[in-house]
């Protein structure tokens, strides 16, 4: 059976990604709509006849989108952060927790996670499951990403002749648009502390969360945090937890290095004697973070193999 999957805002960064994830694919066709995209009934159609549809869109538009849906067996996943927090749509991180696939699988509305939350659900959900750390823990997330994650007015400044910006930090105001989406999806009662930066490379980040051990209840060992986070991702295809003698071996880590894959690696790093730990997730703001994740719930939702066009 083929499927038919419409992509509104193919021609933005996620889109164009996803775009070429799938029109490989025999098992599924692109409905696209080349100079018509701006033609409103055009998109209406396309809309409510497809079997899925994958909105790339900014919030706003998102909405608007949504709103001109009818047809009630349309499935649709959402890439903005117009849903992410709402309860009447899925969070399309299948990993999360032991019921989400299924529930992505029986949903309609799925939300597909941010780049950066991606990695910080990863890292923090399963310490709060398990009672390691306090769900009104002071949580701080310092991270950096590829400029890719900015857009495409962020890659046309950094990609410009003569551009000179090696790194900065942004989202200074701490109101950046993922802060509900970490603390709520963590099971935290606490906004998140969260320092984002943009580095001068295309894609690929780095999220970290820096914990002092003595600040937990029963002060923690890197062992223990490590041990959590294994049987929380066991046998999960996109899922890595780094070994802690793997980690411990590593002088540097660098962002690049999961890119074009849909995989998201968790490390733990720090002194087993000491009482301090640095956990680290690595993952393609492009793959795991945004087109990647949004194939792999289109995969589950369509009753796929979940694994199908990604690596």
């Not at 990403?145 to 950094?158: C, T, W």
């Not at 002092?212 to 923690?220: C, F, I």
Request: proline share 5%.
């Amino acid at each position: 059976m083929t499927h038919t999957i419409y992509v509104d805002g193919e021609a933005g960064t996620t889109g164009l990604e996803i775009r070429e994830r799938l029109e490989a694919r025999t098992d599924l066709q692109l409905m696209l709509l080349g100079d018509r995209r701006r033609d409103v009934e055009a998109r209406r159609e396309a809309l409510n006849s497809a079997d899925a549809v994958i909105l790339c869109l900014p919030d706003d538009a998102a909405r608007e989108a949504v709103s001109m849906i009818e047809n009630d067996k349309v499935r649709v996943i959402d890439a903005s952060t117009a849903y992410r927090v709402d309860p009447n749509w899925v969070y399309g991180f299948a990993e999360m927790d032991k019921g989400q696939r299924e529930a992505i699988a029986n949903s309609t509305r799925v939300s597909n996670p941010g780049c950066y939350p991606t990695g910080f659900i990863a890292l923090m959900r399963p310490l709060v499951k398990a009672g390691i750390v306090p769900a009104d823990h002071p949580v701080t997330i310092n991270a950096v990403s590829g400029y890719s994650g900015g857009g495409k007015a962020m890659i046309a400044e950094f990609e410009a002749e003569g551009a000179s910006t090696a790194f900065r930090g942004y989202g200074l105001s701490l109101k950046h648009k993922h802060v509900p989406e970490m603390t709520q999806h963590t099971g935290l009662n606490r906004p998140v502390l969260f320092s984002p930066a943009v580095g001068n490379y295309r894609q690929g980040m780095l999220v970290e969360v820096p914990l002092h051990l003595s600040a937990l209840p029963e002060t923690p060992s890197i062992e223990r945090i490590h041990g959590a986070l294994v049987e929380a991702y066991a046998g999960q295809r996109f899922v890595e937890v780094v070994d802690l003698d793997a980690s411990e071996a590593m002088t540097g880590i660098e962002p690049e290095a999961l890119n074009g894959t849909n995989t998201v690696r968790l490390h733990v790093f720090g002194d087993r004697n000491g009482g301090q730990a640095r956990l680290v997730a690595m993952l393609d703001n492009l793959g795991k973070g945004a087109s990647g994740a949004a194939v792999q719930n289109l995969n589950i939702m369509l009753g796929l193999d979940e694994g199908t066009g990604l690596r």
